[in-house]
């Protein structure tokens, strides 16, 4: 089982940046892949990066691609989101979460993190 704790959200203009932290506790974050996901208000849980438990492959959604930045600190047992050139569009609660090897779903989530972009 892993803990995990979003932090580094806030407000910020538009075509700026900011970089969110998951840090993870109980089992090591690199037994996981992990991810980020967003929700907007009134909006569904989206998806937005992933990075690989193995290899550190990334994959992002269309909208961030380009934009966003997944990685992972296995030694500090954290994954970081970093989000250039942010749109109001991506204003959000952002939240890492955590799936299992051999599992299909993220089975371990975060509080989530509240990332607003302002004109």
């Known amino acids: 089982q892993v803990q995990l704790v979003e932090s580094g959200g806030g407000l910020v203009q538009t075509t700026g940046s900011l970089r969110l932290s998951c840090a993870a506790s109980g089992r090591p974050s690199s037994t996981y892949t992990m991810g980020w996901f967003r929700q907007a208000p009134g909006k569904e849980r989206e998806f937005v990066a992933a990075?690989?438990?193995?290899?550190?492959?990334?994959n992002y959604a269309a909208s961030v691609k380009g934009r966003f930045t997944i990685s992972r600190d296995n030694a500090e047992n954290t994954v970081y989101l970093q989000m250039n050139s942010l749109k109001i569009e991506d204003t959000a609660v952002y939240y890492c979460?955590?799936?299992?090897?051999?599992?299909?779903?993220?089975?371990?989530w975060g509080q989530g993190t509240q990332v607003t972009v302002s004109s």
């Open positions: 990075i690989s438990r193995s290899d550190s492959t990334t």
């Open positions: 979460a955590a799936r299992p090897l051999f599992s299909d779903r993220y089975t371990y």
